[in-house]
């Protein structure tokens, strides 16, 4: 039988604290706590609480990654206008939209993210663009749309579907610096899923003049939309995160009135069922990757600022040795 030190080239440290950055497979000895300890691999996906928004909000833009997020704008008593970075941890405040609006759309990361469209009391074109201190002005989208998605860089983004007292299919593109036309959805909506980048685009659920709670999935190659595999659970007003081939929905609503806590993985292909969120929830707002996503604020019964992280199967977790 092969030993430890055989199988990874090194003895089981002894250490006063868990290392920050052990590799997979790895083993120490945490003589504070008297604890074996190794960094293995989740078995199935997972979400964990994370720090809660420093304040309510649902219909919040969203852009980053799960330890570099960005919130800003949204609805809690009142339209919103502030804007929260997250560190992995906890939410700190960022400089303010120069317009306060709900049901808006984002894209990029962090410290270059772009925030279009959404209400405002009225339907909005405004785009704006954060460095990662403040807000400026960009080009405004040629159609006025709220409930909308949207995905890609502060460079070259994508904003799909949304609404006025009409259901929107139209796509525009992003450039840094103007809007442009782009294909058309198949099926127009809002309320809706959106991931990827300007060539690689996914949306998904939503809800369509009549038709609440859609199933159907489309596939943008920065010219046109096709049809992809459906999810398993119709919903809009939900959160997402991820690539064309590698997504996450998460939450949302099946009217009139199930809030929704299941997530679903997209594989390019097909959408498979995995681990729900804690909280059943809409009109929350995702960041980050399929194996390292963000769901942050939303409506259960009244608005929230719960914050919940996920880990996909495979992902690094410490574990603790015990005896069998």
Excluded: H
Excluded at 62 to 73: H, I, K
Excluded at 79 to 88: F, K, Q, R, S, V
Excluded at 165 to 188: C, K, L, P, Q, R
Excluded at 276 to 305: D, E, H, K, M, N
């Amino acid at each position: 039988m092969s030993t430890y030190t055989q199988l990874f080239g090194k003895q089981v440290t002894f250490v006063t604290s868990d290392p920050s950055n052990p590799t997979v497979g790895q083993m120490w000895y945490n003589s504070t706590s008297k604890v074996l300890k190794f960094l293995g691999t989740t078995t199935a996906g997972a979400w964990a609480a994370g720090g809660n928004l420093p304040a309510v909000k649902q219909s919040p833009g969203g852009a980053g990654t799960q330890t570099s997020a960005l919130s800003f704008g949204g609805y809690g008593t009142d339209y919103l206008a502030t804007t929260e970075e997250y560190d992995g941890a906890s939410w700190t405040s960022g400089g303010s939209l120069a317009t306060a609006r709900r049901e808006l759309a984002g894209a990029g990361t962090q410290t270059s993210a772009l925030a279009f469209g959404g209400d405002t009391g009225s339907v909005s074109a405004a785009t704006e663009e954060y460095n990662g201190t403040s807000w400026t002005s960009g080009g405004s989208l040629a159609t006025a749309r709220e409930r909308l998605a949207g995905c890609g860089t502060q460079t070259s983004a994508a904003a799909f579907g949304g609404s006025t007292t009409v259901y929107f299919n139209a796509t525009e593109e992003y450039d840094g610096t103007s809007w442009t036309s782009g294909g058309s959805m198949t099926t127009a909506r809002n309320l809706l899923g959106g991931v990827g980048t300007q060539t690689s685009a996914l949306g998904f659920g939503g809800q369509g003049p009549g038709t609440p709670a859609l199933t159907a999935t489309e596939e943008y190659d920065g010219s046109s939309w096709t049809g992809g595999g459906n999810l398993n659970t119709g919903r809009e007003q939900l959160g997402g995160s991820g690539t064309q081939t590698s997504a996450l929905g998460f939450g949302g609503a099946s009217p009139p009135s199930t809030q929704l806590a299941n997530t679903e993985a997209y594989n390019g292909t097909s959408w498979t069922t995995d681990t729900s969120i804690s909280t059943a929830r809409r009109l929350l707002t995702g960041a980050g990757t399929q194996p390292a996503a963000l769901a942050f604020g939303g409506y259960t019964t009244t608005v929230v600022a719960n914050t919940e992280e996920f880990s996909g199967a495979g992902a690094p977790v410490t574990k603790t040795v015990t005896a069998s």
